[in-house]
């Protein structure tokens, strides 16, 4: 079975530019979750989508959104770049909220 | 609010040591709990879970952890660490219809 997918793996966006990152999940996993990590921060949670739907939000500005689309491969939208917006941004899939999560390998965004 | 703590934020052991990992949980009810590796620039792999019944888990790589649920503790063991267990280590909980709640990590450095 496939893993998680993340596209594109590396990134580099000037600030006040957005980005679009994408993940598709393991065959048959309904729920994706998106984290951002960094340094100083450790892995923070940005949202989590199941069937379409956002089920929840982790506390980042309106600027981060995302979408879930019916084959469950979700997207993630950061608008007006910034500085402290570099990070690396992990996907996971899981069959359902509290179980495990598989992640992807990462895209790694850096804001100049 | 469920919380998931390491103590530790940089262990080093030498090769051929033994390694104990902490983790402590806060949760209204028992969570899931996982443990979760990450080497430097990559996505998280899954080590091992514990859902329910026996409290000693094993899990890939010689891993093993103990869930106590008198001390809230999770921690993760291995008899003799090899130079390519260093990396980052995270415990996690999660619960059904709630989302994953991960520690800050835990460095992992190995003396040759």
């Known amino acids: 079975k496939a893993g998680v997918t993340q596209t594109p793996r590396y990134l580099i966006k000037t600030r006040g530019q957005q980005v679009t990152l994408s993940c598709s999940p393991i065959?048959?996993?309904?729920?994706v979750s998106w984290y951002q990590q960094t340094p100083g921060q450790g892995l923070q949670f940005l949202f989590e989508?199941?069937?379409?739907?956002?089920?929840n939000k982790g506390n980042f500005p309106g600027r981060f959104s995302g979408r879930q689309f019916s084959n469950s491969r979700s997207e993630m939208n950061v608008s007006t770049l910034e500085l402290g917006d570099s990070a690396l941004y992990l996907c996971?899939?899981?069959?359902?909220?509290?179980?495990?999560?598989?992640f992807g390998p990462g895209t790694r965004l850096t804001v100049l | 609010a469920q919380s998931v703590t390491q103590p530790d934020i940089h262990i080093t052991v030498s090769e051929g040591a033994s390694l104990e990992l902490r983790c402590n949980y806060s949760?209204?009810?028992?969570?899931?709990l996982f443990w979760y590796v990450q080497s430097p620039g990559q996505g998280l792999q899954l080590l091992l879970k514990?859902?329910?019944?026996?409290?000693l888990v094993q899990g890939i790589k010689g891993f093993e952890a103990e869930f106590k649920r008198s001390q809230s503790s999770f921690n993760l063991r291995k008899p003799s660490v090899h130079w390519s267990d260093a990396a980052e280590y995270f415990c996690?909980?999660?619960?059904?219809?709630?989302?994953?709640?991960f520690g800050p990590g835990t460095r992992l450095s190995v003396l040759p």
């Open positions: 996971a899939s899981s069959i359902g909220q509290g179980n495990e999560q598989f």
């Open positions: 065959s048959g996993h309904r729920s």
């Open positions: 989508y199941f069937s379409e739907t956002q089920r």
């Open positions: 949760y209204g009810a028992t969570p899931y």
């Open positions: 514990y859902f329910s019944g026996d409290t």
């Open positions: 996690a909980g999660g619960n059904y219809g709630q989302n994953f709640v």
